[in-house]
């Protein structure tokens, strides 16, 4: 079965950092690209960060300077290190791709994990 699950949230104080990690069982990530999307509470869900299937980034302006993502083809992982973290970085944050499970490509979501920045 192909899933994506994403480990790494928790509660952070303000100007902390936390990494997020997002695997994929039942397929592999090394040609695909991979994002990481969040919702914010009464928000609708927004691209955080992509990384292409090589290693170029895309970041949203909001977090550019403080979030970098990367890969790790021999995990088969791809990594979300959020540093300088800010109240409105509160937020589920949810992997995604397209994997190919056998049959054809289909796009993926992980469950989510919660990423809470608080004092």
Do not use: H
Request: charged share 15%; hydrophobic share 30%.
């Amino acid at each position: 079965q192909v899933q994506l699950v994403e480990s790494g949230g928790g509660l952070v104080q303000p100007g902390g950092s936390l990494r997020l990690s997002c695997t994929a069982s039942g397929s592999i990530f090394s040609g695909n690209a991979v994002a990481w999307y969040r919702q914010r509470p009464g928000k609708q869900r927004e691209l955080v960060a992509a990384v292409t299937s090589g290693t170029t980034t895309t970041y949203a302006d909001s977090v550019k300077g403080r979030f970098t993502i990367s890969r790790e083809n021999a995990k088969n992982m791809v990594n979300l290190q959020m540093n300088s973290l800010k109240p409105e970085d509160t937020a589920v944050y949810y992997c995604n791709a397209d994997l190919f499970d056998g049959t054809g490509w289909y796009d993926y979501w992980g469950q989510g994990t919660q990423v809470t920045v608080s004092s």
